[in-house]
C-alpha cells in the first residue's frame, strides 16, 4: 500500500469515528498535543465558537460540545490533497455549511495539527 493509500485509510477511519462521535478510535492517530485550530461558525443552524485546543483531551471535549448540541456529522469528503498536509473539503448536510480541512501528519503518519476553515 502507497503513502497516499495508507494516509486516505486513516482520514475515512477518523472521519467515521468523528461522525459516530467514538474519540477513543482517533486516540491512536493523534498525538497527545495534538493542535486543533478553527474558525467560529455562525449559521442559521448553528452557532459554534472559535477554537485553538493545544492537546487531545481539549480537542475531545469541543467535538463533544459541539455534538451534544449540533447533528455534527460530515456527509460528504472531496479529497483535495492527499498528503503529509493532508486537504480535505467537508460538507456538513445537516448544518448546511462546508469546511477546508488541513490535516498535517508527522512522520509516523500521527496527526499533529488540525485547522478547520470556513468555507
Known amino acids: 500500500m502507497n503513502f497516499k493509500a495508507i494516509l486516505k485509510n486513516l482520514l475515512e477511519s477518523g472521519i467515521a469515528s468523528f461522525n459516530t462521535g467514538n474519540y ?6 493523534l498525538t497527545e498535543n495534538v493542535q486543533l ?3 467560529a461558525i455562525h449559521t442559521k443552524k448553528v452557532d459554534i465558537p472559535a477554537i485553538h485546543a493545544k492537546n487531545r483531551e481539549e480537542v475531545f471535549a469541543y467535538w463533544r460540545h459541539v ?6 456529522q460530515i456527509t ?3 479529497y483535495i490533497k492527499v498528503a503529509k498536509t493532508a ?4 460538507t456538513y448536510g445537516h448544518l448546511d455549511f462546508e469546511t477546508e480541512t488541513e490535516i498535517h501528519f508527522n512522520e509516523y503518519g500521527l496527526v499533529t495539527k488540525i485547522v478547520n ?3
Open 76 to 78: 460528504a469528503v472531496e
Open 67 to 72: 455534538n451534544a448540541n449540533y447533528p455534527n
Open 37 to 39: 485550530i478553527g474558525d
Open 24 to 29: 477513543e478510535n482517533m486516540k491512536p492517530i
Open 87 to 90: 486537504v480535505i473539503k467537508n
Open 117 to 119: 476553515r470556513l468555507l
